[in-house]
């Protein structure tokens, strides 16, 4: 079976692809990784998708994968691996970040991958709603569109590498986004945006937890129906408190890396993930 290109034509047979390994059929977040990157894909003899793997490119500095899937009916045949080394080859030797599932760790472990961090998925319904809170000298407020691009330098000093596009996508998307504000200054910012009929809040981005703190509160505040931030664990105090909310904490999903033992960019700075598919 031949790989090739996918292109937005094939979204339905990505989600019906999708909904084969029990995924969620998330349109809006394959339509934008399709948008801003590349996919590959392999079409079944039966009809459909056999398999896909995205690609989205951050500059020339790193790239994520994701939704790396097989079709129940053609595992153990190496169309894994294949996707994925088409996808390696299309990046090049630069870092390469994914999320790993159980099933699909092994097949990293092989191409190289290591582990360089995890994240938690905090998922539910508010049980309450935070309360405001303050930071000195630190003013949270709407984003405009014109704090995009400090927004963007601060995320790629976060990240490792430049996000703008990506940015500005779920920006544009967001039902909310925020910046925290000291002395003239963009320290930190936030977006929620829809996926089905959850919110995902992220990427949160600040220079320190406490500001973090804050601009979660403004973004989770008045939040109906579910909810998802995904968490690095070494943000404990974070963690417990988005708990304490009533978000349950999922078992931990590891990070991992090809060219690189670690994660690029200034991590203590990364309070919240976009989504395990972005990287």
Request: aromatic residues 4%.
């Amino acid at each position: 079976m031949r790989i090739r290109r996918l292109t937005l034509d094939d979204l339905p047979a990505c989600l019906a692809l999708a909904v084969k390994r029990d995924w969620a059929p998330e349109e809006l977040k394959w339509r934008m990784i399709l948008e801003l990157g590349t996919g590959f894909g392999v079409d079944a003899p039966e009809g459909g998708l056999a398999g896909t793997v995205l690609i989205t490119p951050y500059g020339r500095e790193a790239a994520s994968i994701g939704m790396m899937v097989v079709s129940p009916s053609h595992e153990r045949q190496g169309l894994g691996r294949r996707l994925m080394e088409q996808a390696l080859e299309h990046i090049g030797p630069i870092p390469t970040l994914l999320f790993a599932t159980d099933q699909g760790r092994p097949l990293y472990e092989k191409l190289g991958f290591v582990q360089v961090g995890e994240v938690v998925k905090h998922l539910g319904r508010l049980a309450r709603q935070p309360e405001e809170v303050a930071v000195a000298d630190t003013r949270v407020r709407a984003m405009t569109g014109e704090e995009l691009d400090a927004a963007a330098t601060l995320d790629a000093d976060a990240f490792g590498a430049p996000r703008r596009e990506l940015l500005q996508a779920l920006h544009r998307m967001a039902h909310r986004a925020l910046v925290a504000e000291r002395g003239g200054h963009v320290v930190g910012y936030g977006l929620a945006w829809p996926n089905l009929d959850s919110t995902m809040v992220g990427p949160l981005i600040a220079r320190e937890e406490p500001i973090a703190r804050s601009l979660l509160a403004g973004l989770l505040r008045g939040l109906e129906g579910t909810v998802r931030v995904d968490i690095p664990p070494r943000f404990t105090g974070l963690s417990e408190w988005v708990a304490g909310l009533g978000l349950e904490r999922n078992v931990p999903a590891p990070m991992m890396q090809l060219h690189g033992t670690r994660a690029p960019g200034r991590r203590e700075y990364l309070h919240a993930i976009a989504a395990q598919a972005l990287g």
